[in-house]
């Protein structure tokens, strides 16, 4: 089956804008969604589709997608920001759903 | 407002069993895919079941495939997931989440999750 590869961890400092990115073969026919998870809490969507944001999250949450890839790229970094971030996608069969590995990001 | 709850984890000794329940509100149930989605202590999500919005089709991870079932139930407004043999490796957070599937693919929302346990 598919799979999504995600950079383990990922810095950024305060105020800067950050590139979080998903690369897999599914991703050339289906759109990616992502997740930020804090700790002990459940995942929340952030960024589905095209150029999608659910009500609530703030506008410095934004996302492209190349071939093979998807970036969710957060335009000056709070430290509200830090979590876990996880992108989603059907797998090219369609009939299972896969994530990437997640990216723990940290604000400095 | 849109919540699902999720019940039923606990301890279990390997190869017994488990039934987890998603009670869902403030949405209508029946007209949605539901997911079950897991989460191993310290390690990223991953993907377990789901089930299509009239209970008709049913896919499965390949770990769990032969050994999990998921099922829903419209007059309750409740998805269920049916965990039979299970391993130490199963041992995780499970999550239900709601899914919008017309058009783009994506779970808008999440329960809080209910820790099962698998260990003698």
């Known amino acids: 089956s598919s799979e999504l590869t995600q950079d383990p961890a990922v810095s950024v400092a305060l105020g800067q804008t950050v590139r979080i990115t998903c690369q897999g073969d599914?991703?050339?026919?289906?759109?990616a969604s992502w997740y930020q998870q804090k700790p002990g809490q459940a995942p929340v969507l952030v960024f589905y589709g095209k150029n999608n944001r659910p009500s609530g999250i703030p506008d410095r949450f934004s996302g492209s997608s190349s071939g093979n890839t998807v970036s969710l790229t957060i335009t000056g970094a709070q430290a509200e920001d830090e979590a876990d971030y996880y992108c989603?996608?059907?797998?090219?069969?369609?009939?299972?759903?896969?994530f990437g590995g997640g990216t723990k990001l940290t604000v400095l | 407002e849109v919540q699902l709850v999720e019940s039923g984890g606990g301890l279990v000794q390997p190869g017994g069993s488990l039934r987890l329940s998603c009670a869902a509100s403030g949405f209508t149930f029946s007209s949605y895919w539901m997911h079950w989605v897991r989460q191993a202590p310290g390690k990223g999500l991953v993907w377990v079941s789901r089930i299509n919005s009239d209970g008709s089709t049913t896919d499965y991870a390949d770990s769990v495939k032969g050994r999990f079932t998921i099922s829903r139930d419209t007059a309750k407004n409740t998805v269920y997931l049916q965990m039979n043999s299970l391993r130490a490796e199963d041992t995780a957070v499970y999550y239900c989440?709601?899914?919008?599937?017309?058009?783009?693919?994506?779970?808008?929302?999440w329960g809080q999750g209910t820790l099962v346990t698998v260990s003698s």
């Open positions: 989603n996608s059907r797998d090219s069969s369609a009939h299972h759903v896969i």
């Open positions: 989440a709601k899914c919008v599937s017309t058009g783009w693919y994506y779970f808008d929302y």
């Open positions: 599914s991703l050339r026919n289906y759109y």
